[in-house]
């Protein structure tokens, strides 16, 4: 079974008009899952506590702070903001750990969370890229604190760098943070020679590769480069920060990965894993601004993660 948490608070985060990132994105995706056989679970409010696994209270507080204060953009970085940001971005961390509870109690073998705002750009001190919160950072820090688990995986196929997962991540040594990304592109990190440092080094791999790229260099990435760097890390979960901007004709990206790219990658995943994860795997939501393209791939993921 597959879980599934997509809570429609997401959509009172507004961005504006002709803002990629927009509201109907959620209701894209929500329709393509339509008539499958999921799980649907409840969001929550990530508190302050949760967020402060992976960000300062500080910027925290400074988030929660200009988004009451009526700003329409956070003072750290590119992110829009609107009245209902912080809430929207709260329980967009929220259903994360709510998944992450889900899957490590056996209630569903696997679960997908359809946020926004996403969350891969945010860095510990600065909402930056669309992004408020760090949701698959926080998952990751929240399922070994509250669970125990071990060594984590987190899988970023999104078109750009997940930046803010590598700077939480890259001197920690428990969170195995991958990525294929296009390069030179926004926000100008993730080169091959960013690795990590301190107790941290070898657990970053970044796989970045020019405008054009598809099948051939991303498959082939996390088959012949994940794969083998995974057996000494054996996580004990997998998470992906499931990024459709990297599917062909999306507006923010030129990647040409295609619906059935994005269902076999899931399957590698799904395959470590088996591996070493009891199964276990979170996907949450990152890019992907193409409308119909969005819905096509998100449908491709969740179906395959349905056929664990």
């Known amino acids: 079974m597959t879980a599934l948490i997509a809570d429609p608070i997401c959509k009172q985060h507004h961005t504006g008009r002709g803002h990629p990132e927009r509201p109907e994105r959620f209701d894209a995706a929500l329709g393509a899952l339509e008539g499958l056989n999921l799980l649907r679970l409840p969001a929550r409010f990530a508190n ?10 500080r910027y925290v507080r400074t988030a929660e702070r200009e988004v009451h204060d009526g700003h329409g953009e956070l003072s750290t970085g590119d992110t829009v903001i609107s009245a209902r940001s912080f809430d929207a971005a709260c329980v967009a961390a929220g259903a994360v750990m709510n998944a992450v509870d889900c899957v490590v109690s056996g209630e569903a073998t696997n679960a997908f969370c359809l946020n926004r705002p996403p969350g891969h750009h945010a860095t510990p001190d600065r909402g930056m890229g669309f992004c408020l919160f760090n949701n698959i950072a926080v998952g990751a820090r929240y399922a070994q604190k509250k669970h125990g688990i071990g060594p984590v995986l987190i899988a970023d196929w999104d ?26 592109w926004y926000p100008g990190t993730g080169a091959a020679e960013e690795t990590g440092y301190g107790k941290g080094e070898g657990w970053t791999l970044n796989c970045p590769f020019p405008a ?6 991303i498959l082939g990435a996390f088959e012949e480069k994940l794969l083998p760097a995974l057996e000494k890390v054996k996580p004990e979960l997998v998470m992906i920060s499931a990024g459709f901007d990297s599917r062909q004709d999306d507006p923010l990206g030129d990647f040409l990965l295609t619906d059935g790219d994005f269902a076999d990658l899931t399957r590698v995943l799904l395959e470590i894993a088996d591996k070493y994860a009891g199964g276990r795997v979170v996907s949450a939501l990152e890019g992907g601004y193409n409308l119909p ?12 993660l349905g056929r664990a």
Do not use: K, M, W
């Open 48 to 57: 302050e506590d949760e967020l402060a696994l992976c960000h300062s209270r």
């Open 159 to 184: 078109v750009h760098h997940g930046n803010g997962t590598q700077d939480i991540f890259y001197d920690d040594g428990s969170v195995f943070f991958f990525s294929t990304h296009q390069y030179p």
């Open 212 to 217: 054009g790229s598809g099948r051939q260099e």
């Open 293 to 304: 393209g969005l819905a096509a791939a998100v449908r491709a993921h969740v179906e395959a």
